[in-house]
């Protein structure tokens, strides 16, 4: 069983300060969200745990999302 893995939110999509934080289960994420992620920590030199990066390559692959995979496995890898 793999480790279940969450995350949370504090920004909404237009980066405001959501009113209180708000925590999800990574696999409940949907891929703008997945993305808006990788975005904000790229654009604020945030580091990704490998863990992280590895999951969101997983739910995007599951979903088919397959040129979003190989352009985050290009670019999450040096996050």
């Not at 793999?2 to 959501?18: A, P, V």
């Not at 409940?28 to 920590?41: A, E, Q, R, T």
Request: aromatic fraction near 12%; include cysteine.
């Amino acid at each position: 069983m793999s480790e279940q893995l969450y995350w949370t939110s504090i920004y909404n999509k237009d980066g405001n300060l959501l009113p209180e934080p708000i925590t999800r289960r990574v696999e409940d994420l949907n891929s703008d969200h997945i993305i808006n992620i990788i975005l904000y920590c790229k654009r604020n030199n945030k580091t990704l745990p490998q863990k992280y990066i590895d999951k969101f390559k997983e739910i995007l692959a599951s979903r088919q999302e397959y040129k979003l995979v190989i352009k985050l496995y290009y670019s999450l890898s040096v996050m």
